[in-house]
């Protein structure tokens, strides 16, 4: 098993609508999770982290941790067809080495 | 701020050639640089954890005679795929970390795409 599971997708929807992503992980010393976006050939970039359990809301995304479920999410409002990227998770168990899930591929059709 | 550059962005080579890929971090020092490889539509997978000044710890099941890493500054690491074989062929990205607060947070480079012919 993983310790972090991501369904890769694709996951394709018309713009304007609410973008749920999620992962799920076994490793229950996790303590800070981010999601990146990833351009296709090109590095990621921090969206958000969070720490332990929680929302955490920064514009048109927001972040839910669930501990006692090992249940993360990143939602999208308003998506645009610039949102369109790979997103992917990483958890982080206190030192500095990241987990990363698969990544989902979204498309955000205009 | 908290740029991270790479170089080559991309390198063809011959079977049994070595490559080497250069890490800087541009506008600040990092005491710990890391290197992911990502195969198509797979994620990022931890291949070393690089310590200015000290060994690399690599993770299981990477050859760390095959993929040689240098930390010699604060600002630069260097991958070097050595005697590469078409296997090898990846998106070799790189990271530098920064404390920030209760964690370090991982800056990361463009990436580095390597075809072994």
């Known amino acids: 098993q993983k310790e972090v599971e991501q369904d890769p997708g694709p996951l394709s929807v018309p713009e304007g609508a609410i973008v749920s992503l999620n992962c799920t992980y076994s490793?229950?010393?996790?303590?800070?999770f981010m999601w990146y976006r990833q351009y296709s050939r090109k590095g990621p970039e921090l969206l958000m982290y969070?720490?332990?359990?929680g929302n955490k809301e920064d514009g048109r995304f927001t972040a839910q941790v669930d501990k006692s479920s090992k249940y993360i999410s990143l939602f999208i409002r308003d998506s645009q067809p610039s949102d369109s990227a790979t997103y992917l998770c990483a958890m982080m168990e206190g030192a500095q080495k990241l987990v990363f899930g698969q990544g989902t591929r979204l498309t955000i059709n205009p | 701020g908290a740029v991270v550059s790479q170089h080559p962005s991309w390198v063809i080579c011959k079977s049994g050639t070595s490559v080497k890929i250069e890490c800087r971090s541009l506008?600040?020092?990092?005491?710990?640089m890391f290197w992911y490889r990502q195969f198509p539509k797979q994620s990022l997978m931890l291949m070393a954890t690089s310590n200015e000044g000290s060994k690399a710890t690599y993770e299981q099941g990477v050859e760390k005679d095959k993929f040689l890493i240098n930390h010699a500054s604060l600002t630069l690491s260097t991958l070097t795929v050595t005697s590469a074989h078409p296997e090898d062929s990846s998106f070799y990205i790189c990271?530098?970390?920064?404390?920030?607060?209760?964690?370090?947070?991982?800056?990361f480079g463009p990436g580095t795409r390597l075809t072994v012919l």
């Open positions: 506008d600040f020092q990092a005491t710990t």
């Open positions: 969070t720490y332990s359990s």
């Open positions: 990271s530098a970390s920064i404390p920030l607060g209760g964690y370090n947070e991982q800056f």
């Open positions: 490793n229950s010393a996790f303590q800070y």
